[in-house]
Structure formats: structure tokens, C-alpha cells
């Protein structure tokens, strides 16, 4: 899984195949073609095994925040958003460039985009609190954090020097707080 990560990363999807990855992960053609039998098959394999990682990390990162929800909630925003730098976020966006032309691997993409946003969703949630996840707004406002978020690491994506902090931060922490906050 790692090497099919890494090839995805470092060469983008076209020019990731099955022979790069077995190249990689030094196992024959038949051991791979024994556990996945397309190209589709292996990336979404390797973003899920990526995904269990990045869910550990940001478990972990939520079990470490105060429980004072107004800290939290900057703190959390401060969470979700470095998880916006790794290769996970890069190895999706490769895929979902890949599906826009690439009908077999965006019939496999879409439900498992599905899966994975809901899990997002749940980890989002965790790393906010109960406020925010008992707010019965609360799917609203992970909407517009996470695809504000998705749109800024893309953005980031084109300069990879820049820095990755600014205004946006608190402009999401701000948006959290208001949603949550008392009529």
C-alpha cells in the first residue's frame, strides 16, 4: 500500500501503473494482480489503508484537546486543517482529477468517497465536540469548513512554499464559534 501511495504522490495518477507499483513494493506481477485485479482497485486500496492512518492521527490529536469548546473549536480547526498537507490529501485529489475522464475509476471512486466523507464527517465531529456535533446545524457548517478547507489546500497545492497559515484560520475558527454560538 505504501509504495502504491508513494507512486501516487510523487508520479500522479497517469503515470502511476501497476508495473511502477510492483516495481516498488518488489513483488511479482501475479502477487499483485492476485489481490487487485485494476488500477482503480489498487489506488482506492491504498488511499483507505492512508485514510485508517490519517483517522488514528486525527483520533489521537482530538483526545488531546481541552475540553473547553471554545479552545477546542480553535484548536480543532487548527487539527483538520494540517491534515489538509499530507499525502492523503494529494493522493485524493490526484483520483478525483483521474475520475472527471476516467469512467471505471470514477464509478469505483464515488462510493467510496461517499464512505470516506461520512467517516470525515464523524472524525470532524470527535475533534469539535458535543457542541458543535449536537448543533442541529452542525452537517451545514462541517460542509462549508471541509470544502473551504479543500479548496485552500488545493490552492496550496500550486505553491508548495507557501506558508500555510493566515487569515483562513481564524476565518474557520470564527465561522465555527458563530454557528455554535447563543441566539
Known amino acids: 500500500m505504501r509504495a502504491t501511495v508513494d507512486a501516487l504522490v510523487e508520479l500522479g495518477y497517469a503515470r502511476t501503473t501497476t508495473q511502477e507499483v510492483q516495481r516498488r513494493a518488489g513483488v511479482s506481477r501475479g502477487a499483485l494482480t492476485h489481490h487487485f485485479t485494476s488500477k482503480a482497485e489498487l489506488l482506492l486500496a491504498a488511499v483507505d489503508h492512508l485514510y485508517e492512518e490519517f483517522s488514528a492521527s ?33 493522493a485524493a485529489m490526484e483520483l478525483w482529477g483521474a475520475a472527471r475522464t476516467d469512467p471505471e475509476l ?53 505553491q508548495p512554499d507557501a506558508p ?11 465561522i465555527v464559534e458563530a454557528f455554535t454560538a447563543a441566539p
Open 58 to 90: 486525527v483520533r489521537q490529536a482530538a483526545a488531546e484537546l481541552p475540553a473547553d469548546s471554545a479552545l477546542r473549536i480553535r484548536l480543532g480547526v487548527e487539527v483538520i486543517w494540517e491534515r489538509f498537507h499530507g499525502p492523503l490529501f494529494v
Open 106 to 158: 470514477r464509478a469505483a471512486l464515488l462510493p467510496h468517497e461517499r464512505r470516506l466523507n461520512g467517516q470525515l464527517r464523524a472524525l470532524s465531529m470527535e475533534v469539535f465536540g458535543e457542541r458543535v456535533a449536537g448543533h442541529p446545524r452542525a452537517e451545514a457548517v462541517y460542509q462549508v469548513l471541509l470544502t473551504s478547507m479543500r479548496g485552500q489546500a488545493l490552492t496550496y497545492s500550486l
Open 164 to 174: 500555510r497559515t493566515g487569515p483562513h484560520l481564524e476565518h474557520w475558527a470564527t
